[in-house]
């Protein structure tokens, strides 16, 4: 019956032009998913922990997303609890269940939204909560923010990355963001391309300025890297991402030391536009 309700809202929201359907864009980023991608996502997340694996951890992702964190997490030992509130990412994560894990006990894949408290309490404590790139998405990020910390266990850790605030710019880009959303579908990759076209220049232009043209080719060619996602299904992800929320780093480090967190590892140098990332540790 939950399940229901939030698809039937999620359908609503994308018929009205106020939501991005993250999960038919990373459904179609499951076709370039491989090994190399795999191996970034689990390193990726073992660095931002400080950790050499996650044996014996209980890990909790939301907005799971294409279900790459999920399945990482996984393969690092963790028993993993994915939930998203768009039913194709829920799809996405639950494709990836069966290719890496079928009929797995220690991973359960389900929909649930970021913004229901009930829901979040009900499923208990975990060791770490991990949300990246997400609760700005909600369209109550402060709300999010303050139930990702409800499940962290004592002593857990908490893992976000939440969109910078540029002023100005982020202004723009939520403009941009509203308007790719309430266009018809067959404007809506010509509306991305152009709009993403002047940053992709200048990037191109840098890197032949340094005589090292290159540089710009492996921004394409070698992005898996990055976690192991997808330039192109980033770029969409970062065109269509709507709603969409900021904060600064100092707004996130206040709020949560405020609950009883702290702050065990930043990265926010030269992010613009970008995630600030954070881990907390809950201490009481």
Known sequence: MMEEAVSRAHTEEVSRGERFEFGKNWSRFLTTLDDQRIA?????????????????????????????SSLAARRLGATVHSFDYDPHSVACTTELRRRYFPQDD??????????DADYI??????????????????????????????????????????????????????????????LPRLMKTPFAIAVSAPEEAKSLIRSVVKGRPGEYIRTWTQYKQI????????????????PYEVAKPEEIFDFYRARGFTLTKLKCGAVGLGCNEFVFQKTS
Do not use: C
Request: without cysteine; aromatic residues 12%.
């Open 227 to 242: 976690r192991g996602m997808s330039h192109w299904h980033d770029l969409i992800d970062w065109v269509g991402g709507y």
């Open 106 to 115: 220690s991973w359960k894949v389900e929909e649930g939204s970021a913004l």
């Open 40 to 68: 970034e996502a689990e390193r990726a997340i073992t660095g931002m922990l400080e950790l050499p694996d996650l044996t014996g951890k209980r890990f909790l992702d939301i907005g799971s997303g294409s279900g790459l």
């Open 121 to 182: 309490r009900s499923l208990g404590e975990f060791d770490i909560v991990y949300s990246w790139g997400v609760l700005h998405h909600t369209g109550e990020m402060w709300k999010a923010l303050e139930n990702a910390q409800i499940p962290v266990a004592a002593g857990g850790k908490l893992l976000l990355a939440i969109y910078n605030d540029t002023g100005s710019q982020a202004a723009r880009w939520r403009w941009i963001k509203k308007t790719y959303n309430q």
